[in-house]
T-cell receptor, first 110, second 120 residues
Framework: SQKIEQNSEALNIQEGKTATLTCNYT??????LQWYRQDPGRGPVFLLL?????KEKRKERLKVTFDTTLKQSLFHITASQPADSATYLC?????????FGAGTTVTVRA | GAVVSQHPSRVICKSGTSVKIECRSL??????MFWYRQFPKQSLMLMAT?????????EQGVEKDKFLINHASLTLSTLTVTSAHPEDSSFYIC????????????????FGPGTRLTVL
């Protein structure tokens, strides 16, 4: 069966450190993978998209890698800030449909 | 740009009543709109995909007669939960796709803020 697994535990880190989140999947062949931020009671906000033929993407303090052999994506938040505290979702894209992981909650301590 | 709104943001209703949720793309025309449901601490689950002027495509296990979707224009889609029951209580989120450069869907969806439905 198809599965998308993100860090099962919440991530608590000190301000200034790097948060690294994982997204592993099985029985999918996504054409692209996206990362979203979701705050409590709100809809997801798009952060980054990486395609199957790309290895790495960066946007400001965010970096995402995509390894289609390992079937894994890593999402990094560098120089983390308390404002980065949220739940981060990975989503696998195939054609126009998205399949989401359950998310990892990140708390950044000042 | 690319703002999607939902109305209402919260609704509480009695069991057996019907509830309508609106999803609007405010500054672009959406060729395709999507409806998701999210239970606490769980992932967003795609319920259905709708294209303007045609019938929605429902995901496996989603009752089309219970969750009525109308995509009447390129900026408005509505989800009606008919005869709602407590197990329908959830967070409903829509998203909109403004289409690829060559027509059809694109790989970028813009999400609304969600609607919290509570059925008593």
């Amino acid at each position: 069966s198809q599965k998308i697994e993100q860090n099962s535990e919440a991530l608590n880190i000190q301000e200034g450190k790097t948060a690294t989140l994982t997204c592993n999947y099985t029985n999918y062949s996504p054409a692209y993978l996206q990362w979203y931020r979701q705050d409590p009671g709100r809809g997801p906000v798009f952060l980054l998209l990486i395609r199957e033929n790309e290895k790495e993407k960066r946007k400001e303090r965010l970096k995402v890698t995509f390894d289609t052999t390992l079937k894994q994506s890593l999402f990094h938040i560098t120089a983390s800030q308390p404002a980065d505290s949220a739940t981060y979702l990975c989503a696998l894209g195939d054609d126009y449909k998205l399949s989401f992981g359950a998310g990892t909650t990140v708390t950044v301590r000042a | 740009g690319a703002v999607v709104s939902q109305h209402p943001s919260r609704v509480i209703c009695k069991s057996g009543t019907s509830v309508k949720i609106e999803c609007r793309s405010l500054d672009f025309q959406a060729t395709t709109m999507f409806w998701y449901r999210q239970f606490p601490k769980q992932s967003l689950m795609l319920m259905a995909t709708s294209n303007e002027g045609s019938k929605a495509t429902y995901e496996q296990g989603v009752e089309k007669d219970k969750f009525l979707i109308n995509h009447a224009s390129l900026t408005l889609s509505t989800l009606t939960v008919t005869s709602a029951h407590p197990e329908d209580s959830s967070f409903y989120i829509c998203s909109a796709d403004r289409g690829g450069t060559s027509g059809g869907a694109s790989d970028e969806q813009f999400f609304g803020p969600g609607t919290r439905l509570t059925v008593l």
